[in-house]
C-alpha cells in the first residue's frame, strides 16, 4: 500500500497532494426505555485525496479504491479550476514528513468482550435506572470503533495509524405531568473497556437526580456568581476558549489577530489553559494528527497572558507560526481543519469547593452539562444539575440552568481555581464545520466565575 | 445481482429490509474572503434490518460491494436485537411525483466559484468592513429499499443549496448575518445574490448597538428564531417520546394545546422543500398531515416500530441514513401563515425585541416546552422597525405556554429556515435576562 500511494500522491502533478485512507469497525448499542432498540455492527470504508495546486485545494472523496488514479485526477483539476479564480493563497508550514507506525496499546480491548457481555453489561445499568422510583424512562448508548487510517503525501510522509475509541452515556428521565426532570452518567476511553465496569453508583445518583431535579424550582434568572464543577467547566473551556483558539478562526481575519494577540492579558495569574493529544487513554488522545504531525501539548494561556493557538499546516502556514497536530478529521469524507484534543484548565491556588463557596452570597452551583454552543464570542451551556448557593452554602436544588456570557468577560470574571482538577470522558463529541462527533476530552478543576447570566424565570 | 442476493437472504432470515444508497456531490466554499475548498465526493452504503428468532439485527457497511457480509453481520446481531414486533413495509406505490432536477448532477466548479466570488463583491459592496462567507453545493443520490414483505421502491433526488454570510469579529462584537436555503431543485444564482445582498444589509444594521434592560417585553420571532421556539414540540410528537410516555402530549390528541392561530403541516412533498420524499426511510409512502390544526394536536411522527408500540397506525416518518436505523423524524415542517403584515407586527412589537439568532438551545429541556439559549442577534424595535442590536441578553421560555397563551400575531409572510417553512411570530410576556 505505502508503495503504491507514495508515488500516486508524488506524481499527482500537484505542489502538494495527500491520500489518506479509512477502514474503520464500529460496534453499537442503544436502549430507549427498557428496549434494547439498536444492536449494530458497521463498517465504514472510503478514502479522500486532497491536493494543494497554485495555492488553492481540491478535495475528493470516494469509496472505490479501485478508481483512486481518477480520483487523483479530479482532485488537481478541482485545485486547478480554483487556482485560476482565486485571488488568496494557501501555504503549508513545513514539516518533517513522517514514517511511522501506530499500533494499539489496550488494557482491556473491547473487541475481546463478547456482544452478550456488553449487552447484559450496559442493559442492567439501564435497568437499574428504570427500577428508581420516579423514573419514567431512560436512554442509553454505547459504542466502540477501531480504526485503520493510512495517511502518505506527495512529500514522502506514510502514517499508518490503529485507533480505538469508546464511549457510554446513559440519562434518566423523570415525569410528573407537565414537569420533566433529567440527569445522566457517561464514560469513554481509548484504551480500557474495564472503564465502563463497576458504575453503578453512577446510575443511581443520575436516577436520583432525575427525580430531585423534576421537584425542583425553576432558578430566578439574572447575573450570579457561579461555581462550575470540572465536568461543566472543561465544557467551557472547550466551547467558550477552545474553539477560539483554533487556528482557522485567526489566520485570515486580522481583526481576530488584534483579539488574539499573543503575549495578551486574558485572565487573572493563576489562569492556565492548554490542549493535548498526549493523555494517553482519554479520547483526546491522538499521536498524529491527520496530516501526520505529531501531537503535542499546547499551551494556551500560561499565567492568565495568551500564549498559542491550534494549528494545521495551512493555517500555521498562513501566520507564520508552528503547527501544532491539531489537524483533524471526523472520517474520510472530510480534510482536516483545526480541532481540539484535551483541552484543560490547571489547577489554581484556591483549595476545595468548599473554599470556593465560602464567599459567595448569592450564587448557583452548576454540574454536568448537556452541552453547549458558542459563536466565538457567546456561549451557552445548559447544567446537567443545579443547586442554589447562600451565604456561603449549597442550599435548595434548582432546574433548568442555562448559562449565558460572553468569553472575554467571563474569562476575566474567573475569581477562583480550585486544584482539583479531574477529566471525565463520555459518548458525546465535537461538532464543527458539519463535523460531528470527533472524540476529544475536557478537564478542569471547580472554577468559580463571577457575573454570569442565567435564563431563568 | 440484486435479485440473487434477496432470494439468498429471504432462505436466511425470517423477514429483512434492505436499504442502499448512492451519491454524488459538489461543493464550492468561500470562508473570511476567501475560497478555501472545492470538495467532490461519492459515497455509497447498504444498511440491513435482519430477523432473526422473532429480533431485529441491524449492519452497515459503506461498502456497496459487501452487501453478503453486510448481511452476516445483521444476521449475527440478530439474537440481540428487539423483538420484531412490527412489520416491515409491504408493497404500496406513492401515486405522486418528485421534482428531480438533472442540473444539479451537471454542477460546474468554475461557474460555482465565480458565484462565490459574487457573492462576496455583494457583501462588501454593502459592507465593506464583513468578512464574506459563501458555500454553494448539490448533488443527485439514489435510493432503495427491498424487504421480504414485497415492498421495492426507488427514488432518485436532486438538492441544491446556498449559505451567505457577513461576519465581523471585534472583542465586544462579534457578528454574523446569513441567509441560507436548500432545495430540490437548482437555485439561480440572483436569489443567491440577493440573499448576499440582505445578509450584507442585516450586518449593517447589527453593527449599530441599542441599549437594553432585562425584563418583560414583546418578542417578534424571525423564522429562524422560531425554529428553535418549535423543537418542544417536535420532541414531544416524536413518536419515541410517545412510545415511551416521555412527552407530555400522550393522553392529549384532539386536544387543543395551543392559540388556535397555530397550525402545523408535515409535508414531504413541498415542492421547495429540501427534505422529504415519496418514500420514508422504512419504504412507506409519505402522505401530508396535519400535525397541529388550529392549535388541536392532530398528528404524532411515527417510524412502523413506535406506530406498533403505540397501537397507531404508521404515519411514514421515518428518518434516517443509509447507516443507522429509523427514528421517527418530520420531513419539511409548514407552519400556517398568520393574518398579519409584518410591517404592522414590527409596530406593536414597540419597545421590545425582534430576535433573529439564539444559541445553545437544543442543550434545554425541550420535553419539559423549555428553550434556554443566549440571544446571539436580536434587535431592539422602536417606531416599527428595528433599531439596533442588543447585547449579552439570554431568554429562558416555555414554548408549550408561549404559544399558548401569548401569541400576539403571525405574520402573513414565511420563509424557509432549513426544512421548516415559518413565518414571523410575535408573542408578549417574556422575560429576558441581560447582563
Redesign the interface.
Known amino acids: 500500500m505505502k508503495e503504491q500511494l507514495i508515488p500516486l500522491a508524488a506524481k499527482a502533478g500537484a505542489d502538494y497532494c495527500e491520500i489518506r485512507l479509512e477502514d474503520s469497525w464500529q460496534t453499537s448499542l442503544a436502549y430507549q426505555g427498557p428496549d434494547l432498540e439498536n444492536v449494530q455492527e458497521s463498517h465504514i470504508y472510503g478514502g479522500n485525496v486532497r491536493a494543494l495546486v497554485n495555492g488553492c485545494w481540491g478535495f475528493v472523496t470516494f469509496n472505490n479504491l479501485d478508481q483512486i488514479e481518477a480520483r487523483v485526477r479530479e482532485a488537481v483539476a478541482n485545485a486547478r479550476a480554483a487556482s485560476k479564480l482565486a485571488s488568496d493563497r494557501s501555504i503549508l508550514a513545513q514539516v518533517k514528513p513522517t514514517q511511522s507506525e501506530v499500533k494499539l496499546d489496550l488494557k482491556l480491548d473491547p473487541r475481546k468482550v463478547p456482544l452478550k457481555e456488553k449487552i447484559d453489561l450496559f442493559g442492567a445499568y439501564n435497568q437499574r435506572m428504570l427500577a428508581a422510583k420516579g423514573v419514567t424512562s431512560t436512554n442509553l448508548r454505547y459504542f466502540d470503533k477501531f480504526s485503520r487510517t493510512r495517511f502518505a503525501s506527495s512529500e514522502g510522509a506514510w502514517l499508518d495509524r490503529e485507533e480505538m475509541d469508546m464511549g457510554m452515556g446513559g440519562s434518566a428521565i423523570a415525569r410528573q405531568g407537565e414537569v420533566t426532570g433529567r440527569a445522566s452518567a457517561s464514560e469513554g476511553s481509548r484504551t480500557d473497556f474495564s472503564v465502563f465496569r463497576n458504575l453503578n453508583a453512577r446510575f443511581d445518583d443520575a436516577a436520583r437526580t432525575a427525580v430531585e431535579s423534576m421537584n425542583a424550582p425553576v432558578v430566578k434568572g439574572g447575573a450570579y456568581t457561579v461555581i462550575c464543577d470540572p465536568h461543566l467547566a472543561g465544557v467551557f473551556v472547550h466551547e467558550a476558549f477552545g474553539h477560539l483558539s483554533e487556528g482557522d478562526n485567526v489566520a485570515d481575519d486580522a481583526r481576530m489577530q488584534e483579539v488574539l494577540k499573543l503575549g495578551r492579558r486574558f485572565g487573572e495569574n493563576y489562569l492556565n489553559i492548554w490542549d493535548t493529544g498526549q493523555d494517553k487513554g482519554l479520547r483526546g488522545y491522538l499521536a498524529f494528527d491527520d496530516e501526520g504531525v505529531p501531537t503535542e501539548k499546547t499551551m494556551l494561556i500560561e499565567n492568565g497572558v495568551l500564549v498559542g493557538r491550534l494549528h494545521s499546516r495551512e493555517t500555521a502556514g498562513r501566520m507564520k507560526e508552528r503547527p501544532t497536530g491539531n489537524a483533524r478529521a471526523i472520517s474520510y469524507r472530510f480534510p482536516p481543519i483545526p480541532r481540539m484534543r484535551n483541552t484543560c484548565i490547571g489547577n489554581g491556588p484556591h483549595g476545595k469547593l468548599e473554599d470556593l463557596l465560602r464567599d459567595v452570597k448569592l450564587g448557583v452551583y452548576a454540574l454536568d452539562a448537556y452541552g453547549g454552543q458558542t459563536n466565538g464570542e457567546l456561549f451557552t451551556f445548559t447544567a446537567g444539575q443545579a443547586f442554589m448557593i447562600r451565604d456561603g452554602k449549597l442550599a435548595e436544588r434548582v432546574r433548568d440552568v442555562t448559562l449565558s456570557g460572553n468569553v472575554f468577560d467571563t474569562l476575566r470574571n474567573i475569581t477562583g481555581i480550585a486544584g482539583d482538577y479531574h477529566v471525565q470522558d463520555g459518548a458525546g463529541g465535537c461538532g464543527k464545520g458539519g463535523q460531528m462527533p470527533l472524540p476529544v476530552s475536557h478537564g478542569s478543576p471547580h472554577i468559580r466565575i463571577k457575573d454570569v447570566v442565567i435564563g431563568g424565570q | 445481482m440484486v435479485g440473487d442476493f434477496t432470494r439468498q437472504l429471504s432462505k436466511r432470515a425470517d423477514a429483512f429490509e434492505t436499504f442502499s444508497a448512492t451519491g454524488e456531490s459538489l461543493r464550492v466554499q468561500f470562508?473570511?474572503?476567501?475560497?478555501?475548498?472545492?470538495?467532490?465526493?461519492?459515497?455509497?452504503?447498504v444498511g440491513i434490518r435482519a430477523v432473526k428468532q422473532g429480533k431485529i439485527?441491524?449492519?452497515?457497511?459503506?461498502?456497496?460491494d459487501?452487501i453478503d457480509?453486510?448481511a452476516e453481520?445483521?444476521l449475527?446481531?440478530a439474537p440481540?436485537?428487539?423483538p420484531y414486533a412490527f412489520q416491515f413495509a409491504g408493497e404500496a406505490r406513492s401515486p405522486h411525483t418528485r421534482v428531480f432536477d438533472e442540473r444539479c448532477s451537471k454542477l460546474d466548479?468554475?461557474k460555482m466559484?465565480?458565484l462565490g466570488?459574487r457573492v462576496r463583491e455583494v457583501i462588501k459592496s454593502v459592507a465593506p468592513e464583513a468578512?464574506a462567507e459563501c458555500t454553494v453545493g448539490g448533488g443527485v443520490s439514489s435510493s432503495r429499499i427491498v424487504t421480504s414483505n414485497g415492498q421495492e421502491c426507488h427514488e432518485r433526488e436532486s438538492e441544491y443549496g446556498y449559505m451567505v454570510a457577513a461576519k465581523?469579529?471585534?472583542?465586544?462584537?462579534?457578528l454574523?448575518t446569513y441567509r441560507y436555503r436548500g432545495g430540490n431543485q437548482y437555485i439561480g444564482d440572483d436569489e443567491v445574490l440577493a440573499a448576499a445582498r440582505e445578509a450584507a444589509e442585516e450586518f449593517r444594521l447589527a453593527r449599530t448597538v441599542a441599549p437594553f434592560a432585562?425584563g418583560t417585553c414583546r418578542v417578534l420571532f424571525a423564522p429562524t428564531a422560531l425554529s428553535d421556539i418549535l423543537m418542544p414540540i417536535g420532541a414531544s410528537v416524536n413518536g419515541?417520546n410517545i412510545?415511551?410516555?416521555?412527552s407530555?402530549f400522550v393522553e392529549a390528541m384532539g386536544q387543543k394545546l395551543f392559540d388556535e392561530r397555530l397550525t402545523l403541516l408535515d409535508d414531504p412533498w413541498h415542492e421547495q422543500g429540501p427534505a422529504g420524499g415519496l418514500y420514508d426511510g422504512e419504504g412507506v409512502v409519505t402522505r401530508q398531515r396535519a400535525i397541529i390544526e388550529k392549535g388541536v394536536l392532530k398528528g404524532f411522527l411515527h417510524t412502523l416500530s413506535t406506530a406498533q408500540m403505540c397501537g397507531h397506525q404508521p404515519t411514514g416518518n421515518a428518518a434516517r441514513a443509509v447507516?443507522?436505523?429509523p427514528m421517527p423524524g418530520a420531513h419539511n415542517t409548514v407552519m400556517a401563515a398568520g393574518n398579519d403584515a409584518l410591517a404592522d407586527l414590527y409596530k406593536q412589537a414597540e419597545g421590545g425585541l425582534c430576535i433573529s439568532q439564539l444559541?445553545?438551545?437544543?442543550?434545554?429541556?425541550f420535553?419539559?416546552?423549555?428553550v434556554?439559549?443566549?440571544i446571539?442577534l436580536g434587535y431592539l424595535v422602536k417606531e416599527g422597525r428595528r433599531v439596533g442590536r442588543v447585547k449579552?441578553?439570554?431568554?429562558?421560555v416555555n414554548s408549550?405556554d408561549l404559544l399558548k397563551s401569548r401569541i400576539v400575531g403571525i405574520s402573513r409572510e414565511r420563509e424557509w429556515v432549513g426544512s421548516e417553512y415559518l413565518p414571523w411570530l410575535l408573542v408578549e410576556g417574556v422575560?429576558i435576562?441581560?447582563?
Not at chain 2, 412510545?243 to 416521555?246: F, G, H, L
Not at chain 2, 420535553?367 to 423549555?370: D, F, I, S, V
Open positions: 470562508e473570511n474572503d476567501r475560497l478555501t475548498e472545492i470538495r467532490q465526493g461519492e459515497s455509497s452504503g439485527g441491524f449492519s452497515y457497511s459503506s461498502k456497496a459487501e457480509d453486510t453481520a445483521a449475527r446481531m440481540f436485537g428487539k466548479v468554475e466559484v465565480r466570488t468578512m465581523f469579529a471585534e472583542e465586544g462584537n462579534f454574523s432585562a419515541i412510545a415511551r410516555k416521555t407530555r447507516s443507522s436505523q444559541l445553545g438551545t437544543f442543550t434545554s429541556n420535553l419539559a416546552g423549555q434556554s439559549g443566549n446571539s449579552n441578553c439570554a431568554l429562558n408549550f422575560t435576562s441581560a447582563r
